[in-house]
C-alpha cells in the first residue's frame, strides 16, 4: 500500500507523536507488523531522528486547527501511558 497523504484527508493525524516517528524512522511494515505491505520503507538510513523531528512538525503544520488539536491529545495520552 502506498503511504497515506499526510493532510486532512489521510489519517496521519490520528497518531500520536511516538507513532508517527516510528512509522517514519523504521517504516510502516516493521511497526503494523503482522504482513503488513507498504510501499513506505523506514528513513533511519537518511534522515536523523531531529530531520525525522522537523518532517513531523512540517506535516503538523499543514493540518487545520481542529485536527491539530486532536493530534495533540493523542500525543499527550501517548506519554501519559509511558510513564
Known amino acids: 500500500m502506498p503511504a497515506p497523504p499526510h493532510d486532512v484527508s489521510g489519517h496521519t493525524w490520528h497518531h500520536p507523536d511516538g507513532v508517527l516517528f516510528r512509522i517514519t524512522k523504521e517504516g510502516p511494515a516493521v511497526v503494523v507488523g503482522n504482513g503488513y505491505e507498504s510501499d513506505m520503507p523506514g528513513f533511519?538510513?537518511?534522515?536523523?531522528?531531529?530531520?525525522?523531528?522537523?518532517?513531523?512538525?512540517?506535516?503538523?503544520?499543514?493540518?487545520?486547527?481542529?485536527?491539530?488539536?486532536?493530534?495533540?491529545?493523542?500525543?499527550?495520552?501517548?506519554?501519559e501511558k509511558t510513564r
Open 44 to 79: 533511519a538510513a537518511v534522515l536523523s531522528d531531529d530531520e525525522i523531528r522537523a518532517v513531523l512538525a512540517f506535516i503538523r503544520s499543514t493540518w487545520p486547527e481542529r485536527e491539530r488539536q486532536y493530534q495533540s491529545e493523542m500525543s499527550r495520552r501517548e506519554k
